[in-house]
């Protein structure tokens, strides 16, 4: 079955620098990868998609990068804020058709002004 | 739009009771799941339904039923509660190849 590892439980990043968070996954290489944000007691939300066919995703401050030969994806938030402190999730779709998605453990980030 | 509503928010079950747990979404989804989220172990998928009646077992189906009432409504059943089962169970809905909109969550507790 498919592994799917987030480089670490916490991160701790300088208010301003870029935070990188890594997600790494075994066996099978994914349709499409997800990120999600999720804060304490709430539900997680959507921020970024990218397909097997994409290099590079971008939205504002946000860039994804998908890497199937490393089999590997990266997350970036560049100019960070305490606001971006939260917890990110990456989950992957192994299948167009068959969508159930399969989600790491998550990182969570803390932004130190 | 509400997005995807759950109910209840909070709830303590003693071993053995059973109850339902309540999801529906206004987005006009075909599918919709169910997740529990424990502590190291992320989000794991319990059921989850493709389209209106339809039902399919995840990855930790064990203890739990499903029944999806309508293409709105998706609850989920512990028939007889144990503590292993304590958890915090979110309901999401997608339509295919967007990303799930998930459901603030329900923080459920046995003893």
């Known amino acids: 079955s498919q592994k799917i590892e987030q480089n670490s439980e916490a991160l701790n990043i300088q208010e301003g620098k870029t935070a990188t968070l890594t997600c790494n996954y075994t066996?099978?290489?994914?349709?499409?990868l997800q990120w999600y944000r999720q804060d304490p007691g709430r539900g997680p939300v959507f921020l970024l998609l990218i397909r097997e066919n994409e290099k590079e995703k971008r939205k504002e401050r946000l860039k994804v990068t998908f890497d199937t030969t490393l089999k590997q994806s990266l997350f970036h938030i560049t100019a960070s804020q305490p606001a971006d402190s939260a917890t990110y999730l990456c989950?992957?779709?192994?299948?167009?058709?068959?969508?159930?998605?399969?989600f790491g453990t998550g990182t969570r980030l803390t932004i130190i002004p | 739009n509400a997005g995807v509503t759950q109910t209840p928010k909070f709830q303590v079950l003693k071993t053995g009771q059973s109850m339902t747990l309540q999801c529906a979404q206004d987005?006009?989804?075909?599918?919709m799941y169910w997740y529990r989220q424990d502590p190291g172990m992320g989000l794991r998928l319990i059921y989850y339904?493709?389209?209106?009646?339809?039902?399919d077992k995840g990855e930790v189906p064990n203890g739990y039923n499903v029944s999806r009432l309508n293409k709105r409504e998706f609850s989920l059943r512990l028939e007889s509660a144990a503590p292993s089962q304590t958890s915090v169970y979110f309901c999401a809905s997608r339509r295919q190849g967007i990303e799930e909109y998930f459901g603030p969550g329900t923080r459920l507790t046995v003893t």
């Open positions: 339904s493709a389209s209106e009646g339809t039902t």
């Open positions: 989950a992957l779709v192994r299948v167009l058709g068959n969508e159930k998605l399969t």
């Open positions: 987005m006009n989804h075909n599918s």
């Open positions: 066996n099978y290489s994914p349709a499409y």
